[in-house]
């Protein structure tokens, strides 16, 4: 099945489907996993949570955040 996502599908009444972000900001991977600011940056410091640094935004990876969710082990 092919969803067809040209902007005269989307005006027509098709579905869309969320666009889900690659990475977030530090408030935001804290406000997503309910750990404190610090506990990640020790996350981050230890590698168990990967970060990617574009200019002077800080942005952590989605997937390293659900990795670490499925783990368990904040």
Known sequence: MSIERSPKALRAGATALPIEPLTVRIPVAVQLTGIGRSK???LIKSGD???VKIGTATLVTMASLRRLVER???
């Open 40 to 42: 990640l940056y020790e």
């Open 49 to 51: 949570v990967e970060t």
């Open 72 to 74: 368990g082990s904040a």
